[in-house]
């Protein structure tokens, strides 16, 4: 995963702006489903909390940012339990490997993705999310880590 995702760059980082799935560090639950207009937006809503010490628009923007060896959205890290700042903690190969598992074995073991859509569902999920799983929509992810793993790249 980490050779599909980031080509083993430990400060990759990706800004997604059209990434919805936020958090709200205050009640530690999802943030309120963005509008469209919000999701383009550079600034954040606001309503939008910051963790202390982080500024409301760049809590927005991080968390709509994948970082580091195995590229997790900040969104996903917070969900996750980091609460600390993103790009000096995400792109430290030994915490963002640690929040990309804690979100992998999510998947496969909270979900029981594993045993329901198999490793490849568990992929597809860490991906793009639970629907990507069930309902199949990027079956070429699981194929790239396949590759990746045994050395090969598929041809596209």
């Known amino acids: 995963m980490i050779t599909v995702e980031s080509g083993w760059d430990a400060t990759a980082c990706r800004l997604e702006p059209h990434y919805r799935y936020l958090w709200d560090v205050r009640s530690n639950a999802p943030f309120r489903r963005i509008t469209a207009a919000e999701s383009a937006s550079e600034t954040a809503p606001p309503d939008f909390p910051a963790p202390a010490g982080v500024g409301r628009h760049t809590e927005w923007q ?28 995400l792109c430290e190969p030994e915490i963002g490997l640690e929040y990309g598992c804690r979100h992998l074995a999510h998947y496969a073991f909270a979900c029981r993705y594993l045993e329901r859509f198999g490793w490849a569902g568990v992929c597809r999920a860490y991906n793009g999310g639970p629907y990507a799983a ?14 990746a793993l045994s050395g090969q790249w598929p041809q596209s």
């Open 62 to 89: 991080h968390q709509q940012t994948s970082f580091g060896l195995l590229q997790i959205m900040g969104a996903v890290a917070r969900e996750r339990g980091c609460t600390a700042p993103f790009l000096t903690t």
């Open 134 to 147: 069930v309902h199949n929509t990027n079956p070429e992810y699981p194929q790239k880590v396949l590759a």
